[in-house]
Structure formats: C-alpha cells, structure tokens
C-alpha cells in the first residue's frame, strides 16, 4: 500500500512511520521535514502536497496543534488556532485527500482522551477532539468508492513524559498500543469508529 503519514517526524508519527513502513511504501509529511512539507493550517499547502504524491491508499494524520491555557486566561483567538490546526487541518485533510484517495482507501486521524475526560487547561484540546471525533462519525457514510475513515483517540503516550503531570491518575499507554490501533483502522474494515487506546 501507499501510504502517506501527516506528522511523520513527530513523537507518534514516526513510530507509526516505522511500524508500517516494513510492509508498505511510506510517504513522510512533515511541517517543517519529511518526504513533502505540508502547512495543514493552508488548504493550498494541502493540495499542493497530494498534488506532488497523486493517488495513494491511506493517508494516516498524527499532525495538528492546540493551545493549553486555563480557561481564565482562553481569548478567542488563542482557541482559534487550535481549531484551524488540529481540527480544521485534519478534516481538509480529508476534504480534499477524498479526491486523490484510490477506491477502497482509507482516513485515519488522530483525536485524544480529553474529549472525553478532560484536565484542567484543556477546554481547547477537548473541543477539537470532540469535533474530530464527531466529524468521522457523520463523514464515514458520505465517502463513497469504499472509502473508510476512523479517528484513533489515544491516552497519554509514554513517549511524551513532559505531559505526564498534566494527565493526572492517567496510565499513560505504550506506542505499540497507538500502533496496533492505527493498523486496525488501515488494514481493518472499521469505518467511522473512535478507535480508543487507554
């Protein structure tokens, strides 16, 4: 399979990268490295990138940012660019990749444990999970060609102890959880699922 990862070159990504990559032919995208740069916040950047790649199997997205702020200090615009980053950008991913997807491919984003249990200064990050998880509900019957798409949601990551404090009473979960939930939404039959790895 052809497969492109968004976020390749970041802490998920690149295990994700290296896990399908023994199997499969990889296109790594990154923000500022990789194979092609993408600025998923620019619908241009993004069809420029699938132009340079065509047509592909499954396109997997670990990318996108959000700002942690206590709800105190949150103005409009600071969780404005989390919506235009993380959520926005993984469902133009999506949006426009529906055009280059070969038939039978699939969508794999990538959501988080906060839209469902959510720690303090993470009302931005809850939201945009929330909505991604929502978006691949309601999208899923609407791909034709046999085309599927999940969103994995995942915990902490052990990998990312810098987060650890901010997760208080979370386990945080193994990278090979997150990639065998990514190869169950791209090598599986499941379509508009949340795919939760705790």
């Known amino acids: 399979m052809k497969i492109i990862i968004v976020g390749a070159t970041g802490t998920l990504g690149k295990k994700i ?26 619908e241009t950047s993004i069809k420029n990138m699938f ?23 949150m103005t ?5 660019s989390g919506l235009l980053n993380k959520l926005l950008g993984q469902i133009n991913l999506v ?22 249990s959510p720690v303090a200064a993470g009302s931005a ?11 691949v ?11 599927r798409i999940n969103t994995i949601s995942p ?16 386990i945080p979960v193994t990278m090979e959880k997150v990639v065998k939930a990514c190869e169950k939404s791209v090598l599986g039959i499941l379509t508009g699922q949340v795919i939760k790895v705790y």
């Open 17 to 42: 990268a290296e896990a399908f990559a023994l199997q499969h032919e990889i296109i790594r995208v990154g923000h500022t490295k990789g194979d092609i740069r993408v600025d998923i916040t620019s």
């Open 51 to 73: 132009e340079q790649i065509g047509a592909f199997d499954a396109l997997i997205s670990t990318s996108g940012k959000a700002p942690f702020a206590p709800l105190n200090q």
């Open 76 to 80: 409009g615009e600071v969780f404005k």
């Open 95 to 116: 949006l426009i990749g529906q055009h280059y997807i070969n038939k039978g491919g699939s969508f794999t984003l990538t959501s988080g444990i906060l839209a469902e």
């Open 125 to 135: 990050l809850s939201t945009i999970n929330g909505g991604l998880n929502a978006f």
């Open 137 to 147: 509900l309601a999208a899923a019957p609407e791909l034709g060609n046999g085309i």
């Open 155 to 170: 915990n902490v990551v052990e990998d990312s102890p810098t987060y650890f404090d901010s997760f208080p009473g979370e």
